[in-house]
């Protein structure tokens, strides 16, 4: 038993693994939530599953759970192979596999029973923090041993992006859930919305994006079979990102009385934040040029580059809707809800079940059952999730527009019905994209063909 902790790749699969249940375990709760949008009465005795606990419990375990445990795998699996070497330690990655995914559980065992901070994105208690705390100090320890003991002397940039999500997490998770302040885990009065949304928001910045963001830089070039476009391109992003994104989270709370250099500082990056997202975007886009027939093709790097796609609207949308005459019309509303779905499943969900679908088989040596089912599973999402962007920025436009022109919340109702069954009969398909995926990878670990030792080789040197 002891030597299964200690078998190579075995924490990334595991990771991977547990981001795709946790995908599964969380539209399932959005399916309930979508449910409860259109027929509140819907099973109105069961306290667990009010809409007002399980929205938060559906929101953290698609961000923690599905995307960012999915991710991590991907990246526990490519951190050693660009070195060339050995992950340092396999049983500190599966410590850190424990405390991350407790912090996870303690959503659905905890917010559906009323534990909870009650903050968005940063509703996790005290004791889930620490745990989480724990999981990103032992992901630093075994990256920095990994770097340190490599064979390869670049460091190519998704070991950057990989080392740097986790050094911003344990620098920014901290501050934003106020862990100085266990009882409560909230700062008193209006600040608290400062603190709130500084970790609110750098939760996709600087944990998501550089995860998703490192992935795609792996996927891409090995897909493509050619060298990534640029390094030097790629780094620059990487600098920029930091520099720009960790002040933005000012921009969800415009209409309150938070300092106006605050306020300007907040907009500012927000709209420069195309510059990263732009040298990120071409960078890939030139790499992959010429062969888009094998990146398409490719029902992973298809995955990939459609994350790629959702981050180009995403953030062309995002620097707008920061603008405060924009907000009028967007802020508090259905608009935030699509754009958050297209950040979250659109650039980060994609790219997370790409890297998986594309790494599985490297540290199986088993060949994908069903590359039809990866496929269909892209195409239910994609239908789902384009409807819901689709539906929720109308439904967004008609709330903001009425209520900007005096409109009371209540009249507005009846008009977003519609839209909220709409959301509803959408969500169907990316719960079952996130079954087909389950399944497929279920089936992969039991019964996908044995790579022979000469093609597994050919794919990891690739590597």
Known sequence: MIKFFYKPKGAALAF??????????????????????????????????????????????????FVGTMLIGAGLYYLPALLKTRLWSEPLAWVAFAFWNLTIASGPLGFAFGFTQG??????????DVSLMLAAVCLIVNTVLTIVNRNEQQLYVSVWYFMAAFLWTAGNYPLGNVMWHPATGAMPGLIDSIFLWFWGHNLPGLLITPLATGAAY??????????????????LGFWLLVALYTHIGGHHVLQSPIPNWLKTVSVVDSISMVLPVSIVVMNLWMTARHFGAR???????????GGVVWYVVTCIQGPLQSLPFLQRVTHFNNWTVGHAHIAMLGFGGYIALGAMWHIVPLVTGREL????????????????????????????????????????????????APFMASRAALGVFILTGSLVGLFNLFMTLRHGRVMEVQQLRHAEEAA
């Open 369 to 416: 059952y069903s590359q039809k089912l990866v496929s269909l599973q892209f195409g239910l999402i994609t239908f789902g999730l384009t409807g819901f962007f689709l539906v929720l920025t109308a439904a967004g436009l008609i709330q903001g527009t009425a209520w900007h022109n005096g409109e009371t919340v209540y009249r507005v109702l009846p008009q977003i």
């Open 218 to 235: 792996f996927v891409i070039p090995r897909v493509s079979r050619t060298p990534l476009n640029s390094h030097t391109l790629s780094l």
């Open 119 to 128: 903050r968005e994105y940063n509703e996790y208690v005290w004791l889930a």
């Open 295 to 305: 990146i398409w093709g490719d029902p992973a790097a298809r995955f990939v580059m």
């Open 16 to 65: 991977m693994v547990a981001g795709a249940a946790w995908f599964a375990v969380g539209a399932v709760y959005g399916m309930f939530s979508a449910i409860h949008l259109v027929a509140p009465e819907f099973l109105p005795h069961l306290a667990p599953l009010v809409f007002g606990r399980e929205r938060p419990v559906h929101v953290n375990t698609m961000l923690y759970g």
